[in-house]
């Protein structure tokens, strides 16, 4: 079966609406809970680049249960300042002071770039961060700029190092981005576990249970109910496994690994906080703000051979990879970033999907807020 095929029959049950539609909405909805309204509108701009892009888990998702719900909670503060704590010529560090994670990053990234278009290469951290959605964003943005996009964040505690059961490290994505000559850049945008806490979230919404091997319990044995899953990682009794999975037989050594370079990064360089400082709880068990801390670099790619050649080099290296041998059974191989460009080919046709429990949230909002929509589960309802 056609990969297409397959991708919009796991979808069947959701309702779906118009891109214009949910970016508007979620503007109208982080205005109401107190963003000023250039920062909800580049909020819902790194939210529905995640949906546009098939990336479910970081997108309209997440309105609710990320970002209104901590507000509503205290914990994230809507209107964000942000203070240049240092800057150098080619490095910046920034402090966002626990506003929304997508406005200072986007801040972050421009310096970035900038710095980048007037000494080769730019460099800068955060820290009083929040979730900043998907990390691929900001590869894009020095992607569009013709440059090299390379970008880490830490989160709260999920993943177990391996041979220990404990939510020491965050997700922790290292994220790579580059320009190529065919129709889509390269994007690697992937957390350095297994999965991730948000494609559990997407899992609870559509009603299915994980696979073997995402998940360990306190006794180092696989998880799959996804509902005592997601409570389980909050109670700290659950951890997410590094890429690899559990053990040493499939390498989650390097998962480990690669997830304690981007924590010592993302928190040594702008000298904030890391791994269980990050659980989102003081000492009495109060809801606390998550300090996350992100990195970002752009690097001019015609500051080296120029980038045409390298936009060359880059796309034949992929076509020679999807060229290869196929495995038997197998008739495509796909290179980093396709899937999302296939997936937004039939997304800007047919919009986004909607699942029920979704359905529920974007209701609740509307409700709190009195905001002027009506979608077309009203109709079924």
């Avoid at 991730?196 to 559509?206: A, C, P």
């Avoid at 699942?355 to 309802?381: C, E, H, I, S």
Wanted: charged residues 25%; glycine residues 12%.
């Amino acid at each position: 079966m056609h990969f297409m095929d397959v991708y919009e029959a796991q979808y069947r049950g959701c309702t779906w609406l118009d891109f214009t539609l949910l970016q508007t909405f979620m503007t109208d909805a982080l205005s109401a809970a107190g963003l000023p309204k250039d920062d909800a509108k580049s909020v819902s701009e790194v939210l529905i680049e995640s949906d546009k892009r098939g990336i479910d888990s970081h997108g309209i998702g997440r309105l609710k249960p990320i970002y209104i719900d901590r507000i509503r909670d205290g914990i994230l503060n809507p209107v964000t300042t942000i203070d240049i704590v240092r800057e150098r010529k080619t490095t910046a560090v920034l402090d966002g002071n626990n506003g929304m994670g997508h406005v200072v990053s986007r801040k972050a990234m421009a310096m970035a770039i900038q710095k980048a278009k007037t000494h080769g290469m730019g460099m800068t951290a955060v820290r009083n961060s929040t979730h900043y959605g998907i990390a691929g964003y900001y590869a894009l943005m020095a992607i569009k700029e013709g440059m090299l996009g390379i970008t880490g964040t830490n989160a709260r505690p999920s993943i177990a190092p391996t041979f220990g059961v404990e939510n020491m490290l965050g997700t922790n994505p290292l994220t790579i981005g580059f320009p190529t000559d065919e129709p889509f850049p390269f994007v690697l945008d992937c957390a350095t576990s297994t999965t991730q806490r948000g494609k559990i979230e997407h899992y609870e919404r559509m009603g299915k249970q994980l696979p073997p091997g995402w998940v360990i319990d306190a006794n180092g044995d696989s998880s799959c109910d996804t509902v005592e899953v997601l409570k389980a990682l909050t109670e700290g009794r659950a951890a997410l496994t590094p890429l690899g999975g559990i053990g040493e037989d499939g390498a989650g050594y390097k998962g480990y690994g690669y997830a304690a370079v981007v924590e010592v990064l993302c928190a040594a360089l702008q000298d904030g906080a890391y791994l269980k400082m990050l659980n989102g709880y003081d000492q009495e068990g109060k809801k606390i703000p998550y300090p996350l801390g992100h990195f970002f670099i752009a690097i001019d790619l015609e500051e080296f051979m120029g980038l045409e050649s390298f936009k060359r080099t880059a796309g034949c290296i992929m076509r020679e990879l999807r060229a290869s041998r196929k495995a038997p059974g197998c008739d495509y191989i796909f290179t980093p970033g396709e899937k999302e460009h296939l997936i937004w080919a039939f997304r800007k046709q047919k919009g986004c999907p909607v699942p029920p429990a979704l359905q529920r949230d974007m209701t609740t909002l509307r409700g709190w807020y009195d905001l002027d929509y009506r979608f077309d589960w009203d109709v079924k309802g």
